[in-house]
């Protein structure tokens, strides 16, 4: 009953800001998802309904950073990357609902890091 409860409470959120966030094809939207085990990001095209680009926590590159935070930022850093070689350098970050702390906060740093403008 309690998840049920939170789940609810996080879609509420989630759509309260996706009213507001709108991604197109120049500047995405830059959506994270947070598991207990994984992080996944993507960009996505909200007026097409495409989705540009993914990374997650799964690939190689990112599941062997260490700890989850360290994990979220090679996320981060990754989605960058890849958004860069579609020639995307500006995105809105969505962060679906979660608070702006702790993994969703290191996938926007490692973004950041990474060249992408949010």
């Given at each position: 009953?309690?998840?049920?409860?939170?789940?609810?409470?996080r879609?509420?959120?989630?759509?309260?800001?996706?009213?507001?966030i709108?991604?197109?094809?120049l500047?995405p939207?830059?959506?994270?998802f947070?598991?207990?085990?994984q992080?996944?990001?993507?960009?996505?095209?909200?007026?097409n309904?495409?989705?540009?680009?993914?990374?997650?926590?799964?690939?190689?590159?990112?599941?062997?950073?260490?700890?989850?935070?360290e994990?979220?930022?090679?996320?981060?850093?990754l989605?960058?990357?890849?958004?860069?070689?579609?020639?995307?350098?500006?995105?809105v970050?969505?962060?679906?609902?979660?608070?702006y702390?702790?993994?969703?906060?290191?996938?926007?740093?490692?973004?950041?890091?990474?060249?992408?403008?949010?």
């Amino acid at each position: 009953m309690a998840k049920a409860k939170k789940l609810t409470r996080r879609n509420t959120i989630k759509m309260r800001t996706r009213k507001k966030i709108k991604g197109t094809a120049l500047r995405p939207r830059l959506s994270v998802f947070r598991s207990n085990k994984q992080i996944y990001a993507q960009l996505i095209d909200d007026l097409n309904g495409h989705t540009l680009c993914t990374a997650s926590s799964k690939e190689g590159v990112c599941s062997s950073a260490g700890n989850k935070i360290e994990q979220a930022k090679a996320v981060g850093k990754l989605i960058a990357e890849r958004a860069k070689g579609d020639n995307i350098d500006n995105a809105v970050f969505d962060r679906s609902g979660y608070l702006y702390h702790g993994r969703v906060k290191a996938v926007a740093e490692g973004a950041r890091e990474g060249g992408l403008t949010i």
